[in-house]
């Protein structure tokens, strides 16, 4: 059997009491380890779970599974996935291959960014698509984005965006020398996301990610003490320090009731901008 567990967001306690059951009793246990990360290392997790973990990078999960699916068949593997199971593409991908192999699969769920999202006071009922923002290179700009947040501006929808994450990604130039040399890890903050988003403004002009779009950042979400939330203007946040990653970004929809407006605001950078920018943009425009 293929175990797919999630591990919620935090830590090594944020997993279930059945997640917990299936990893002591697997045969092997993989920890996918670059759609996103825990605030704590894998040594504090083999502590707690007391098992020895195999990081899973992209590699082995998408060029090499057959490594992960190995006897599945015949004994337990478990793959522990940061977050739910099922909030990246990927894994679902792993589940397919292994019901291609005709090995069973099983699921536990767990705490995403998808709902723990919810702690910025913003409704999950109106949210639109979520969006992957990606790091800008000097050669490579994508603003495909843009348009997806446009169709849920359309609506008065929010849009969560989700930040890029590079780990052990190899570097071009020794590559082309023949070199295996891998990169820094590095992560996307909330003002290096805001900073894109406004550069692609300038050039699309439709007023879409306008300097005075209202946005909310959060960061190490679901972390307790260590979570952080901030509410402002895209302009506000392109210079806000949230510290550690991993971060995210919400764009406030034009339908943002009342409530979420007196939740939100109490986020905010500058709280007399924040209410006087909702009162003209958005208040009553559901």
Known sequence: ?????GLGLADETDITVKGLEIVKKASRVYLEAYTAILLVE???LEAYYGRPITIADREMVESSSDTILENADKEDVAFLVVGDPFSATTHTD???RARHLSISTQSVPNASILTAVGATGLSLYTFGQTVSI????????????YDKIGENATLGLHTLLLLDIKVKEP???QMAKGKIVYEPPRYMSVAQCCAQL??????RKQGICGSERLAVGIARAGGGEAQKIVAGTLEELSS????KPLH?????????????????REFAVDRDKFDLIWKRDYAGKG
């Not at 406004?198 to 050039?203: N, P, Q, S, Y």
């Not at 034009?254 to 939740?263: C, G, I, K």
């Open 134 to 145: 990606v790091f800008f290179t000097d050669t490579w700009r994508p603003s495909s984005f």
């Open 171 to 173: 570097n071009l130039e």
């Open 42 to 44: 894998k040594d504090r």
């Open 1 to 5: 059997m293929l175990y797919v567990v």
């Open 94 to 96: 792993l589940v397919l």
């Open 248 to 264: 995210s970004v919400v764009l406030c929809g034009r339908r943002m009731h009342e409530m979420e407006w007196e939740f939100v």
């Open 198 to 203: 406004l550069e692609v403004e300038e050039d």
């Open 240 to 243: 806000a320090d949230l510290g």
